[in-house]
């Protein structure tokens, strides 16, 4: 049991950016979750959407992604790429990938679907992100997240795996404010990156 739940965490890890989730709705064959998260960051609203716009990078400062890459040629004006691949953290680094469904620069949002690397249970996983200005050097950047999965799955696996994606989404969450705020990675990203680059060198 253990196993397929954090099998299933790291799958959806990427997409899943939040916290706090609750069972919202469930429909005759799916439970579906759907969750909003706001975090205040102390810098100005276009410096925090230059690194969230940059999607594909988000493994760069991140310990719960290994690494993530862009693919694809950009479909919305003004994005670096139309999907990203992300190595996770489960086993050998299984790989993801999510596509951007919506992308504005001006109103400083995003929105993408995991399309590859799903567990079966999960029939969708959406997040869409927006980056608001608070003030001059303040920011806050809202997060909504709607993920479906089969009825019977998501009974069984629903709760143990949604305690268990909050706290590593709070690890990602604080690893974004500190990235943002001091224009450097976390202690365990850097412990991450001096890894792979002696696994690099080996």
Not at 71 to 91: K, V
Not at 166 to 178: A, M, Y
């Amino acid at each position: 049991m253990n196993l397929i739940v954090n099998r299933s965490i790291a799958l959806i890890l990427v997409v899943v950016l939040t916290s706090n989730f609750k069972i919202m709705a469930q429909e005759k064959n799916q439970k579906i979750v759907k969750e909003q998260l706001s975090i205040i960051i102390n810098v100005p609203a276009d410096s925090l959407w230059a690194i969230c716009r940059e999607f594909d990078k988000t493994g760069e400062w991140t310990s719960t992604l290994k690494h993530s890459y862009a693919s694809g040629e950009p479909q919305f004006e003004g994005a670096t790429c139309s999907a990203r691949t992300c190595e996770t953290n489960f086993g050998s680094g299984k790989k993801v990938v999510e596509e951007l469904i919506m992308f504005n620069d001006e109103k400083r949002e995003l929105a993408y679907n995991l399309t590859e690397g799903a567990p079966g249970f999960v029939t969708l996983a959406q997040n869409h992100w927006k980056v608001d200005e608070l003030s001059p050097n303040h920011s806050k950047i809202e997060m909504n997240v709607t993920i479906h999965m089969n009825k019977f799955s998501g009974m069984l696996l629903g709760g143990v795996m949604t305690k268990q994606m909050r706290k590593q989404v709070n690890i990602v969450l604080d690893e974004l404010k500190t990235f943002a705020e001091t224009g450097e990675v976390s202690e365990a990203k850097k412990k991450q990156l001096e890894k792979r680059r002696q696994n690099e060198i080996l």
